[in-house]
């Protein structure tokens, strides 16, 4: 327990990038009633950060289908994702239907919780 009696927080970190993570623990190293989980301990909660280049062995998508995902998640319309990444709402349409047969979805809905259930994004 730290000095003021209430319950320490012990947090686990699990980063891919080894000069972020050590960046990361080193700022949170400093936080009063803060703990940094050793390698296998039980930690309260974990920071995740994912190269997001890296995909799950079965799935291979572009860093632009990955921008769009993201925009999918959040709800946006072809539309919007084009004016957002400055592209043809044609574009986005192709990009979308590549994501559907990628993630083998029904639609935009089913592709956004395909892709968070395989771990491409998270909700």
Known sequence: MSED???EIVLALEID?????DRLAKL????AGLRLAAPGEAAAATVVARDP???PGDIALTQRELDVLALMA????NKMIARQLGISVHTVKF?????L???????RTDA???AARRGVIEL
């Open 53 to 55: 280049r890296i995909m």
């Open 28 to 31: 949170l190293g400093n936080v």
């Open 74 to 77: 959040e709800g946006s319309s």
């Open 95 to 99: 990009h979308v239907g590549s994501l």
């Open 17 to 21: 990038d080894p000069a972020l993570a």
């Open 5 to 7: 009696n209430a319950p």
């Open 101 to 107: 047969d990628k993630l083998d979805a029904t639609g």
């Open 112 to 114: 956004v919780a395909h």
